[in-house]
């Protein structure tokens, strides 16, 4: 049981134990700030790379050029065929016909290629279909189920290779930021968790008369370990505090930036973003916590004996 008085004193006795051994405190904040830090930047590097990988995948397709003179329907047959394809999310197709009208308005303002394309007798553009994978390491399969004989009559090229380094790059660096980020985190928290769970330990060790003392006049378990839950909460609040800032100006410039590189729009939207900059403030907050305290209900197990 406990009531406000006694609340008040073992908040008042955390802050006194954070102060009189301020160089340990100092030292375990510093340590959860650099971890708080490290989950940041992967945080960060993580929200980049997903924006920039998407605004890629959605420019990325596999285009097939039919050949010219190819019958409509023929084409409509082998877009049903490849629309029943689980690989394959979305097919759009270019009719000859509209790819020879998209070029001449995309070019309306050149008069050589305006003239040329007056004295054409025919049109020398192909019926092509854009194809667009559900995944990225679904298109390597697609491009070569598209070179099979079935569409050897029909299809005149596949361009897709000059896709594949893009796509393999997207891949690999994808990997790399899932594996590479989870070893950093889970060992920088690993670190931080040893930081606090020594610097509690020593705590206690320094207070251990003041315990005895306290056992002895019939203080509860609660009154006597809350202190050092205190303690460790205040590691928590500023690590949290600290990394908050200094993150600030990176997520609201840096980040909309290199985002805005890629895609304008998804940059607009990031950079006024403050709810995703508060809700990223209460995660490092629950993950400080979470390190704190169970570094610190691990050193009073083992080391407070009441």
Known sequence: MFDSISFLRVIKTGLTNFVRN???????????????VIFSTLFLLFVMTNYSIKTIK????????????????????????????ARIKSL???????????????????????????????NPLPATLHIKAARLEDYPQIAESLKQDQYANFVDKVNFEDNRLVI???????QFIITFGLALAVIFALIAILVIYNTITLTIYNRKEEVEIMRLVGATNWYIRA???????????????????????????VVPAVIG???????????????????????????AVVLSLSSTLLAIRKYLKI
């Open 22 to 36: 301020s160089w340990l405190s100092m030292a375990a904040t510093m340590v959860m700030t650099i971890t708080l």
């Open 92 to 122: 759009e197709y270019v009719s000859a016909v509209q790819a020879f009208e998209d070029f001449k308005a995309k070019h309306a303002n050149d008069q050589l290629i305006t003239q040329s394309l007056n004295e054409l007798s025919e």
């Open 168 to 174: 393999e790059r997207l891949n690999k660096i994808l």
């Open 227 to 253: 202190p050092f839950l205190t303690e460790s909460f205040l590691y928590s609040i500023l690590s949290t505090f600290i990394t908050a800032g200094l993150f600030l100006p990176v997520f609201t410039k």
């Open 58 to 85: 959605n420019t990325v397709d596999i285009s097939v050029y039919f050949k010219i003179g190819l019958a409509e329907e023929q084409i409509r047959n082998i877009q049903d065929s490849l629309a029943a394809d």
């Open 261 to 287: 590189y890629v895609s304008p729009q998804a940059g607009e939207v990031f950079a006024g973003s403050l709810t995703s900059y508060i809700w990223m403030f209460l995660a490092l907050f629950a993950i």
